[in-house]
């Protein structure tokens, strides 16, 4: 069974789409030798040369990106593609990223003859591409009509989204994952009443993901807070973090090594995603967090972030772009031991939950019905 995968960006370049895919497939290979995958994406820095990459039984073949615009690549001609498409007998696109979709559509005949699954990682109607909605919105729901299987992360993108209620015939759920193995186990952390307590982020420095709302939250507050990412926003953050007079409770890290960010894990206290609008689709890094016993403030978007961590159950939820609801949320769990430790203890159960082991296993049984075998 010979998959072509489509991605805008593809490891090592860090983010929630690229592990996703790339757990999908290692997980798959793992469980079956009846699969043959092919990752067609960008280049994840300008280059004028397209990569090739064999890997057991992964093809990774990275298109030139001859521009970047706002961490975007612009590629606009895909000469690969449809020989790919042509070799491929299902072609599993991720989407959004309007280059490949168009690309995607210039081969409509091709894509007609094939098993098309679109996983639907957000609603477009609520990202930046919005803008371009009277030229994009058609060539989506016409990738939808010839896609066999419309795979989305959490109930609410179908809930939420004008555009997937007239394929939800096709629609199936299958929640993101996360990596479980955690060595010695994690146990509920207790409430850290020795020290100021230690926030944690952990994701792209973007500006949806709403980090000048939580440095402002923090100005007055007794606690630290550990920022692990990169992005084009770092700049502004470190002004922002300058002209409040925070400088010596933010620290700010960048190209962690995954060992590096066990150990933030394991020494914090508390996970925040201060995301302000839905370009967080799910926010898988909440899940990371909740395997490690700590509890989520998360915010109350259209999408699957409330899905993943439950208000009032593994941490709090407020509303998005509110400094002053971030705070008290805050203020609210570093007060509380009863609170903070059953948060910590649900968490781990919560995060049971989203087992990569689970993922895979929705997606054998999607691939076996495709092909009518037991695999």
Known sequence: MKILNTVKYYFPSLGGMESVVQNIIEGLISESNDFKFVVFSNSHFQSLKTTYEIKSQVTIIKEKTPFLFKSQPLNFWYPSLRKLLLESDIVYHHFPFPNLEFALLCNLNLLKKKKLIITWHANVENTRWRILRKIYFPIIRKLLSVAHTIVVTSPQLLEYSEILNDFKEKVVVIPLSHNINHLPKIVPKSFPDNHCFKLLFVGKLREYKGLSFLLDAIKDLNVELVIVGSGENKKKLLNQISLLGISHKVIMYENVSNFDLDKIYKTSDLFVLPSINEAEAFGIVQLEA??????????????????????GITGLTVPPAKSIDLKNAILLIISNKSLYEGFSQNCLIRSEIFSKKNMIKEYLFLFSKLFHKKI
Do not use: A, E, H
């Open 290 to 311: 909740m395997s490690y016993g700590l509890p989520v403030i998360n915010t109350n978007l259209r999408s699957g972030v409330p899905f993943v961590s439950l208000d």
